[in-house]
């Protein structure tokens, strides 16, 4: 009898793992103790913590220069970060004040204040703060380990391929990944932005996250298998089992060198017309992938991540212009920043209100923005310092609804020129100006719209949810969410042909522009500028260089002619078939 296990988890990094598994401790499971300190103990109580504190700070310092030579900057700002925390004055002073008037021991003391803090991210319903507790957990688990004078930096000697397996791997057990013996990482908890994840990501290990149980199934020296492509790990496999993720790996290894080999292809139809193929980046650990598949510029920044990453605190104009610096620094082509789009389901701060009925269609993206017109100027502030510097950056406002909230957003923006003109700032004053196309009342009005932007780009996400009146989210009617519904389709085709009698640029952003399924399609509509997940470039560059646009310009005007999602659908697949000779191959790759 078989004692196969299969867990199902995110995948992180899409490739395969098989080696022997060993389940790391658990280091948040420190005993902490509780005890009252005598009064004329209490200095050398408050010395030691500052000790401890000092001792922690060397330890991550010196984990920083050792991996200094493997990672690049942006990796290493997580020890960066875990010294930020640190460094925090009110940190120490609260740990100092509970140990000096409740008589406290330093670890309880320290425990404590770390706990309030968590609390507080937990508050936050966010992803990216799933992160920021695990470096104070971290950071807690480091310096109270330094107040019992435990060491928690010891080193792994493997001698054969392994699977590490964990709860979490905190930036204190990174050093553990350097190790060519490590061919994959299955964790109980995490995300696709957690610090294991990025790292995964950047020395390119199959990982799995999320998986829940996996340590109190997976047993030290148990065979197992990280398929980063499905985020399944197979425990205790059968040997057939084993041979076919075997060939997988294989196939693996050879996709990611023709995607490379097709990256640096010229992005052209057979009929010679010029497409130019973008990427979407929210973090700084995209900008590799985006070198590695030709991506022709940023066709969308998400700032938020600047606000997420700086919560609960607001970013400062300099925050933002270091991170606007280093995308023109890293990238070639245009780069579009969208202003900051929290709100609704996404809270970052205390100063979004929560308690909306309906937060989705609340306050959120410019309508915030212009209620709490000093963040929105900090953040425009800075997007004109650095247009002044690099004239590719461009700027776009989300959820534009329609002409007169766009001319209040125009009329804020011609303001801040003004001011840093008067102030001797040096900007572009013809920042280009566009606006996401994503909400339907935006759609049917793009003559209107494009008389006062320089481009528009179509965020299908919002657009097809609005268009719908569908959650995407909601597993109960996410089945309705359909990119080929006719009014979809329709919107979509009337924004582009606008767009072009207008003479004003159109993009899409949307999950749709990086899905070679709706490639032609929208090659038909007269879309020019796809943005994408940097990795998806390849596929859409394979699709366009196989078909001719006057083609593509007939299956739209058979599709325009369709009444349901699912005959538009079946079409577009028949024709994509009849086109692109390796289509059924694209059409099966998982990225």
Known sequence: MSN???LKGTGIVPDVGIGKALVLEDKTKIVIPYYNVLEENIEGEVERFISAVEK??????????NLNSDLNSSHLSIFDTHLLILKDQSLIDKTVSLIKEKLLNAE?????VIKELIKKFKSIEDVYFQQRREDLEDIATRVIANLQEKDLTASLDLKEDTILVAKVIHPSDLSLLYNDKVVGIATDYGGVTTHTSIIAKALNIPTVVGLHNATKVVLDGDIVIVDGIEGDVIVKPKESETSVYIEKHQKRLNLEREFIEISKKDSKTIDGERIYLLANVEIEEEFPSLKKFNAEGVGLYRSEFIFLKHAPDLPTENAHYNFYRSLCDHVNGEIIIRTLDLGGEKFFHEVLEKDEQNPVLGLRAVRFCLRRKDIFRTQLRAILRVSGECERVKVMFPLISGVDELKEVLEFLDEI?????KQGEKINKNIKKGIMIEVPSAAEIPDLLAKYVDFFSIGTNDLIQYCLAIDRNNDKVNYLYKPSHPAVIRMINRVIKSANENGIDVSMCG???????????LLGMGLRKFSMNAASIPLVKAVLRSVKISDCEQLVERVLSMESASQIERHIIAMNHKLIPDYERLEGIKL
């Open 4 to 6: 196969r296990i299969k």
């Open 56 to 65: 922690t700070k060397q330890q991550i310092e010196g984990a920083k220069n």
């Open 108 to 112: 309880y003391a320290f425990k404590e």
């Open 417 to 421: 020129k003004k001011e840093m003109i």
């Open 511 to 521: 999950e749709m522009a990086g899905n070679p399924k709706f490639t032609t399609l």
